[in-house]
């Protein structure tokens, strides 16, 4: 076995740490990590551990969603340089003049924003709850930020939502067209197609399958088909790849990676444990604001128990 890999683990086990990784992540680094999943699923791994050190091999905003969630806890990012460009188009200044724009109006802030964003807005989601979060809202307009197309996709599925949404964008699944779309169903007219929300809703509404990263795993592993196109970053392709021999994947465009969540090596995983380095601090007035925001999602989409 790599030495590398083996000496990540025995520090893990030294110092009692958990390493999360996005599926997005170098595939490599599956190997030494306990949880690998989409953001929500990640949040849960972060709030549940029980470890002292959380090393999150990710972006900046999931690392420290996952400070948030245990405060407790040291909560290392690999590559300091592993920030979000959609999560960095909004700032303070501008969620502010968004919000006073549309007064007594709910902002629904997408997982991909800043602790700072957050602390400022009544709940937040993922790409996989969003659709019941704004549900379970119970209120007839929201904002939705920084996201545009993942605002607008919920809006499509809720009847008689308004979802008035902020500018921003993912660069990685914008790169997705929806002429890439029809030429992907000629050259691949067995696949099914499937895309993450984030993706402009003209690509969304020609999918087969609009799914988080970690659903669109779901589906694969669910499905009897044997060919799939990816309209999504391209470690959810790596790792299919590498767990269904027997189907055949094709990414939708070779461009289709995110170069922030590809920062993070081997290497830099097993430094930051080593040298406890790269932890994530935070405002303590923004933590407990943003902390809300984040405990408001778990609460409205907890499942109701049947009595
Ligand atoms: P998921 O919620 O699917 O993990 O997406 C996070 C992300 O950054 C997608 O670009
Ligand atoms: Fe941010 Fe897009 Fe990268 Fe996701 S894929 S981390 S939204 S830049």
Known sequence: ???????????????????????????????????????????RKAKETDADIIVFAGVSFMAE???????????????????????????????????????NVPAVCYVNSTAAIKAECEVCCTSSNALNVVKNLGVSEVLFLPDTYLGKWVESKLDGV???????FCPTHLRVTP??????????PNAKILAHPEC??????????????????????????????????????????????????YLLKDSLVCSNMKWNTLDDIYNALLREEHEIVLDETVSQKAMACINKMFEITRPVLAR
């Open 1 to 43: 076995m790599n030495s590398l890999v083996e000496k990540i683990k025995e520090l893990k086990k030294e110092k009692n740490a958990v390493i999360l990784a996005h599926c997005y992540q170098n595939v490599e680094i599956d190997e030494v990590a306990d949880f690998v999943g989409d953001s929500l699923y990640l949040s």
């Open 65 to 103: 969603t996952a400070k948030l969630l245990s405060p407790n806890k040291k909560v290392l990012l690999p590559r300091l340089e592993a920030g979000c460009f959609m999560a960095n188009m909004i700032n303070i200044d501008q969620l502010r003049e968004f919000k006073s724009l549309h007064p």
């Open 162 to 168: 308004k979802v008035t949404t902020y500018n921003g």
């Open 179 to 188: 002429e890439d779309m029809d030429k992907a169903r000629e050259e691949y």
């Open 200 to 249: 402009h809703m003209k690509v969304s509404e020609k999918a087969d399958y609009v799914g988080s990263t970690k659903e669109i795993m779901e589906y694969v592993a669910k499905s009897d088909e044997k060919e799939f196109v990816i309209c999504t970053e391209k470690g959810v392709l790596d790792r299919l790849q590498r767990d269904y021999k027997d189907k055949t994947f």
